[in-house]
């Protein structure tokens, strides 16, 4: 038990080191899993044939928890169908919580008291009261769209005064403008923009001043600012007269006044296939990572106050495989990566958005709509089904509400197969859900299942599924899943939700869950944390976390603990538990991810400056100054990149290498000696490429020495 773990140093304090091999992490994690099993034994009998797939899932790796907005649409005032009462009906059967209106690009030529768009079409019945008509029938929130575009603050500072202040409707979100960066700034244009300057820094201005006039109104409502997705562009790129990209340039000037940020993410063009969308899912994580970053450089303390939001999302953008079955796998795996990953909305692109190329995929029609919904529309002589009748992503996205409700916790779970996604849920009550998805279009794939933190009950687990021959959701319980074995039909998505053994897991122990823990302060190897005190906890316990693993990292007896002996320029991801006075844990806390940062008294210094970049590529100064008291003869350089999509195409002033993320450059023949005391600078640059986000290295060493800077 937990017993066995020693107490912490201090009353009211604590201490902690990072494992620093995996024997001792491995031992950590034991004794913080006391009640990790994959159930009770089996009986002997005869061998069962290996299974396809190994999913582990660990309900102490928290990721976050279920937000009440977690899934939502989009909804457009040029969709007919908007408000047909079966859309709320059906949004309500999938647990919609969040709906965005008034529909993409629209929202920067869209008049809301005129219900105008000049330009554009507006279909009859789709006005802003009607659409809360809908929202209210589906339970969900609205997420609103000022008018940046052609609109002003003042319009929207009435807008808020009409919905909440005359009609009550408590719209809590509100973006200010759309795809903003598309407003022609970087060459490509198709957002609408009135506004003569249209770079990064007026646009940060106009987001404080509708700021001011919005809460002005009403101050409990949330703004949100536009930002571009790292990777894609124009990501990282710098136009003439700006201070830098559009990121950097806006939340520079507004992460005071926002509270949530707002980004789009579709896996590829119209020619993308499920395969390159699931490739290109695997990097979502580190993208919504740099987001992150992004907020953390320019908030500060105060970062953990905005949210991210991903507003638009779905495999292409417009033309075909859209709406066959593996889109609706994607959906699936989608919201449920976006969620892990520390959003609090999922807006699928479209509710309806209407019919395009045809194309057959994997014997069945794909109508290239974008929408969730069918509009009911034809292209030659191929009409899609009846309006409202649902598509894949829909199924799909109504999968992931079999695993919980606001307020559950999202928990870490990793598969072995590349074709079998898994995502898990554990309930307040206890029970644990698992989502299994087989991308495999022509085979069933068998799965074996374990746990740690979770003690499966004998008792037969609630079983929903989505496949071949299925016509909605579907409760197969009882149809041959145990707790530790299961089979996935081929390109379908099984819900398993699992009760724990009587007397194991959090609603045996008398601790409630802790507070997420907070940063006060970081330096190179240490990281002082605090969190808010839970009921009935005795002690608390600091795990790190890395996918599915866990280790033991500090523990205390009061809130709040430092961390040592961490590597200058890490990244770490913890969660904190909380013990009974009999040793049972708690839930774990929400995550909490911070990086070190460089020693201020190191023996070198370097800078590391992005000088320009293009979306996919850019071109970096690196110089470096030997601060120590003797010179320096045949330097060498190295860095880690943060990012697998990162590298050195090719560089001056010294020779380059590159293996896996590690770079080493090297002086170049002739080189002179780095002079002590900082009396000299050795400068080089390159050309790389970025296959993703491009955030800088966060460590880099002169002959082995950390430097300073970055």
């Known amino acids: 038990m937990l017993t066995q773990i020693r107490r912490a140093r201090a009353a009211g304090s604590g201490t902690g080191r990072v494992p620093r091999t995996a024997a001792a992490s491995a031992a950590a994690l034991a004794l913080l899993s006391p009640l990790g099993a994959a159930g009770p034994a089996s009986a002997a009998g005869p061998e069962a044939p290996a299974a396809d797939a190994a999913v582990q899932v660990n309900t102490q790796a928290a990721l976050g928890h279920l937000p009440d907005t977690a899934r939502g649409v989009n909804a457009a005032v040029w969709d007919s169908h908007m408000n047909d009462p079966e859309v709320a009906d059906l949004m309500k059967a999938a647990d919609v919580g969040a709906m965005r209106y008034p529909g993409g690009s629209y929202a920067d030529i869209y008049h809301w008291q005129t219900h105008t768009a000049p330009g554009g079409y507006v279909a009859p019945g789709t006005g802003f009261d009607a659409f809360m008509g809908t929202v209210s029938a589906t339970g969900a929130q609205p997420i609103l769209i000022a008018d940046y575009g052609s609109g002003t603050p003042e319009e929207a500072a009435d807008w808020v005064r009409y919905a909440n202040i005359t009609k009550k409707y408590g719209a809590r979100y509100w973006e200010i403008g759309n795809e903003i960066y598309g407003n022609g700034h970087y060459g490509s244009g198709w957002e609408h923009d009135d506004h003569a300057d249209k770079s990064p820094g007026e646009y940060a201005r106009q987001v404080r001043a509708y700021a001011e006039a919005m809460k002005a109104v009403d101050p409990t409502v949330r703004i949100g600012a536009v930002l571009t997705t790292p990777g894609y562009w124009p990501d990282g790129v710098v136009a003439e007269g700006d201070p830098g990209d559009w990121n950097n340039t806006v939340l520079s000037q507004v992460a005071d006044v926002i509270d ?244 194991t897991g959090p609603a045996a122990s008398a601790a409630q869950a802790p507070g997420t823990p907070l940063l006060e302060a970081v330096t190179d190897t240490t990281a002082r944390l605090s969190w808010q005190g ?177």
């Open 260 to 503: 949530f940020v707002s980004v789009h993410w579709y896996a590829g063009g119209s020619d993308t296939t499920a395969e390159d969308a699931t490739a290109a899912l695997a990097g979502l994580p580190g993208e919504l990572r740099e987001v992150r970053r992004q907020i953390d450089r320019y908030a500060g303390a105060d970062s953990p106050r905005i949210g991210i939001a991903l507003t638009e999302v779905n495999t292409n953008t417009g033309g075909a495989r859209l709406t066959a079955r593996p889109n609706g796998l994607f959906a699936a795996d989608a919201f449920m990566t976006a969620l892990e990953n520390g959003v609090f909305t999922v807006d699928w692109w479209n509710t309806h958005n209407g019919v395009d190329r045809i194309t057959t995929v994997d014997g069945e029609t794909d109508y290239g709509d974008m929408g969730m919904l069918s509009s009911g529309g034809c292209s030659d002589d191929v009409c899609e089904p009846a309006p409202n009748t649902p598509f894949h992503p829909y199924y799909g996205m109504k999968m992931t509400s079999e695993l919980g409700t606001a307020g559950d916790t999202l928990v870490a779970a990793d598969s072995s197969a590349r074709d079998i996604a898994a995502h898990a849920v554990q309930r307040r009550d206890g029970r644990l859900s698992v989502l299994l998805v087989n991308r495999n279009p022509d085979a069933a794939r068998t799965v074996d299942l374990s746990y740690d933190g979770f003690t499966p009950s004998g008792t037969a687990p609630e079983v929903s599924r989505y496949a071949p021959g299925d016509g909605d959701v579907t409760a197969v319980t009882g149809d041959g899943a145990s707790a530790s074995r299961v089979t996935v039909p081929a390109q379908g998505m099984l819900a398993l939700t699992l009760t724990p053994r009587a007397g």
């Open 534 to 710: 839970s009921q009935g906890a005795a002690r608390y316990l600091v795990q790190a976390r890395e996918g599915t693993h866990t280790w033991l990292v500090g523990e205390a007896t009061g809130t709040s603990v430092t961390l040592r002996n961490l590597p200058p320029g890490s990244t770490h991801t913890v969660n904190v538990l909380a013990a009974d006075a009999a040793g049972r844990l708690s839930a774990p806390s929400a995550p909490l991810t911070f990086t070190t940062g460089t020693p201020a008294d190191a023996a070198c210094a370097v800078t590391y400056h992005p000088d320009t970049s293009w979306g996919n590529g850019f071109v970096a100064t690196v110089t470096v100054r030997n601060l120590a008291d003797t010179p320096i003869t045949g330097w060498t350089v190295d860095w880690d990149w943060p990012s697998d999509g990162q590298s050195v195409s090719s560089g001056w002033n010294a020779g380059f290498h590159q293996s896996g993320r590690h770079v080493r450059v090297t002086a170049p023949e002739g080189a002179g000696p780095l002079a002590p005391d900082g009396g000299s600078a050795a400068s080089f640059g390159f050309v790389g490429a970025n296959d993703g986000p491009n955030p800088q290295p966060t460590v880099i060493r002169l002959n082995g020495t950390v430097c300073s800077g970055g």
